[in-house]
């Protein structure tokens, strides 16, 4: 098509933002190199859901597919409160956690208004709040990869609206020592927004999550948590926020209407309900994979960066590239990240799988390397 030369007239601010790099698909890898075998270990996903009652319930939302979901998500908001000890009106739910953190910038951010990041984190942070006409400053992790608090405060001014928190961090898996976090949450003044991205925090080990609930009666502070990667329902596309009641209010308000579909709804509801079991059994098997994996990649030469969550941030051996190892490794039907769009050149991010799966990245690593 012949490019038309009308002025298009986007929002000024669609200028500065960057495209999300999603990883590669299976089904692109299999056409791109003509192969028959493909391993996708980029997205973090969780190669064991939906699991068993989550499908069950799948299956029964056929039946009421013809109609919109109920618009407040009755049913799974009540139980997501039940099992966080909350009241109803302390939960919202979105499309997966990528639409709930672009509502919560729309939420919250002005034009003009600075908003601290950590470097490296989840990037998505930077595009919806750029969008919004934010001004970003960011905070680079420290030489541990943990986040530097104290540079954070010093970075607040009286212009500062929102600090986007993840824990544990994307891409690099490292989570911060949970009194520091609740510290640090409990010292930030009242005119600054914490919005605290848990969407991997069932991975970490007991006793070393956060205990935000009570902080969310009296803190400026919205956690954000998602159905996608401990109960391995990327596809479904449910997240949800937790905060306190009029934020939850305007949230519903401003969110696209029935955006959380029937089929997700159901899953989730089932999965909290009735899979715990399953879901904790397959975490076990995912942090035991995650250690025999990093001591494969030790034993190859790479620099891991101990990891709490399902995938593990390594830095490669001396003279390797991330763009040329993903590359080669890609054609050779393994998909893991590159870390470029980080400004992580020498580092690649590697999600856990099937112990197959894992034992196929080795095998190919071993060609490459
Ligand atoms: C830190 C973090 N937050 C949010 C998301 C978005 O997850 P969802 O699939 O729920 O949209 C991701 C996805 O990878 C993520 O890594």
């Given at each position: 098509m012949?490019e038309?030369?009308?002025?298009?007239?986007?929002?000024?601010q669609?200028d500065?933002?960057?495209?999300?790099?999603?990883?590669?698909?299976?089904?692109?890898?299999?056409?791109?190199?003509?192969?028959d075998?493909?391993?996708?270990?980029?997205?973090n996903?969780?190669?064991?859901?939906?699991?068993?009652n989550?499908?069950?319930?799948?299956?029964?939302?056929?039946?009421?597919?013809?109609?919109?979901?109920?618009?407040?998500?009755?049913?799974?908001?009540?139980?997501?409160?039940?099992?966080?000890?909350?009241?109803?009106?302390?939960?919202?739910?979105?499309?997966?956690?990528?639409?709930?953190?672009?509502?919560?910038?729309r939420?919250?951010?002005?034009?003009?208004?600075?908003?601290?990041?950590?470097?490296?984190?989840?990037?998505?942070?930077?595009?919806?709040?750029?969008?919004?006409?934010?001004?970003?400053?960011?905070?680079?992790?420290?030489?541990?990869?943990?986040?530097?608090?104290?540079?954070?405060?010093?970075?607040?001014?009286?212009?500062?609206?929102?600090?986007?928190?993840?824990?544990?961090?994307?891409?690099?898996?490292?989570?911060?020592?949970?009194?520091?976090?609740?510290?640090?949450?409990?010292?930030?003044?009242?005119?600054?927004?914490?919005?605290?991205?848990?969407?991997?925090?069932?991975?970490i080990?007991?006793?070393?999550?956060?205990e935000?609930?009570?902080?969310?009666?009296?803190?400026?502070?919205?956690?954000?948590?998602?159905?996608?990667?401990?109960?391995?329902?990327?596809?479904?596309?449910?997240?949800?926020?937790?905060?306190?009641?009029?934020?939850?209010?305007?949230?519903?308000?401003?969110?696209?209407?029935?955006c959380v579909?029937?089929?997700?709804?159901?899953?989730?509801?089932?999965?909290?309900?009735?899979?715990?079991?399953?879901?904790?059994?397959?975490?076990?098997?995912?942090?035991?994979e995650?250690?025999?994996?990093?001591?494969a990649?030790?034993?190859?030469?790479?620099?891991?960066?101990?990891?709490?969550?399902?995938?593990?941030?390594?830095?490669?051996?001396?003279?390797?590239?991330?763009a040329?190892?993903?590359?080669?490794?890609?054609?050779?039907?393994?998909?893991?990240?590159?870390?470029?769009a980080?400004?992580?050149?020498?580092?690649?991010?590697?999600?856990?799988?099937?112990?197959?799966?894992?034992?196929?990245?080795?095998?190919?690593?071993?060609?490459?390397?």
């Amino acid at each position: 098509m012949k490019e038309s030369t009308i002025s298009l007239n986007l929002r000024k601010q669609v200028d500065d933002c960057r495209p999300y790099i999603a990883g590669e698909t299976e089904a692109s890898v299999l056409k791109k190199y003509g192969l028959d075998k493909v391993v996708k270990l980029g997205s973090n996903e969780n190669p064991f859901g939906p699991y068993e009652n989550a499908k069950r319930a799948m299956k029964e939302s056929l039946k009421v597919i013809n109609r919109y979901p109920e618009d407040d998500y009755v049913e799974l908001t009540e139980v997501l409160a039940k099992v966080n000890n909350l009241d109803v009106t302390n939960v919202a739910l979105g499309s997966g956690a990528g639409n709930v953190i672009e509502t919560v910038a729309r939420l919250l951010i002005d034009e003009g208004d600075e908003v601290l990041v950590a470097k490296p984190t989840y990037r998505l942070y930077r595009e919806v709040s750029i969008l919004m006409g934010a001004v970003i400053k960011n905070v680079p992790v420290k030489s541990d990869f943990t986040y530097d608090f104290e540079a954070m405060k010093e970075n607040i001014s009286d212009k500062t609206k929102l600090i986007w928190l993840c824990n544990p961090n994307n891409p690099t898996g490292v989570i911060n020592d949970r009194r520091e976090i609740e510290r640090f949450i409990e010292s930030v003044g009242d005119d600054v927004w914490i919005v605290l991205d848990e969407a991997y925090a069932d991975f970490i080990n007991e006793g070393q999550r956060p205990e935000i609930v009570e902080f969310l009666k009296n803190k400026k502070l919205i956690v954000i948590r998602t159905f996608s990667k401990f109960y391995g329902m990327a596809g479904a596309r449910v997240g949800y926020i937790m905060a306190q009641a009029p934020v939850i209010s305007a949230f519903d308000t401003i969110t696209e209407p029935f955006c959380v579909n029937r089929t997700g709804l159901f899953a989730a509801k089932a999965a909290l309900l009735e899979d715990q079991a399953q879901a904790y059994r397959v975490k076990e098997f995912i942090l035991n994979e995650r250690e025999r994996m990093s001591r494969a990649l030790n034993e190859r030469g790479f620099t891991v960066i101990p990891s709490s969550s399902n995938f593990i941030f390594a830095k490669l051996p001396d003279g390797f590239y991330s763009a040329e190892i993903c590359e080669q490794l890609m054609a050779k039907g393994v998909i893991i990240r590159e870390c470029d769009a980080w400004d992580y050149p020498e580092y690649v991010r590697i999600t856990v799988g099937k112990k197959e799966e894992n034992d196929f990245l080795l095998s190919k690593l071993d060609e490459v390397i």
